[in-house]
């Protein structure tokens, strides 16, 4: 059973700057399609960032596009989430996902909290 877990997450100013972090255990990472979603208290999940097996084939939610940059390390097993110029806004739990709908594995989540 593979099991993701997330880390990188934290208290920041608007403006500011994170990397998020997902490695993975006990499977392989490049056999899945992965990315990341984020929920806000009260709101739905929202996939922010898929990344296909061809790392160059990203994909982004509009209101990130520019801001936010998914990669993937097969060799290291593990997906990144780069945030920057980060808005109150995009406060949330952020997970790292790998599979396809019905058949996902998640990681534990990472908290982004957005200071104005």
């Known amino acids: 059973q593979m099991q993701l877990v997330n880390s990188g997450g934290g208290l920041v100013q608007a403006g500011g700057s994170l990397r998020l972090s997902c490695v993975a255990s006990g499977g392989s990472l490049s056999r899945y399609f992965v990315g990341w979603s984020r929920q806000a208290t009260g709101k739905g999940r929202e996939t922010v960032a898929p990344?296909?097996?061809?790392?160059?084939?990203?994909n982004y939610v509009d209101s990130v596009k520019g801001r936010f940059t998914v990669s993937r390390d097969n060799a290291k097993n593990a997906v990144y989430l780069q945030l920057n110029s980060l808005k109150p806004e995009d406060t949330a739990v952020y997970s790292c996902y790998a599979g396809t709908p019905g058949n996902e594995y998640w990681g534990q989540g990472t908290q982004v909290t957005v200071s104005s």
């Open positions: 990344i296909s097996w061809d790392p160059r084939d990203t």
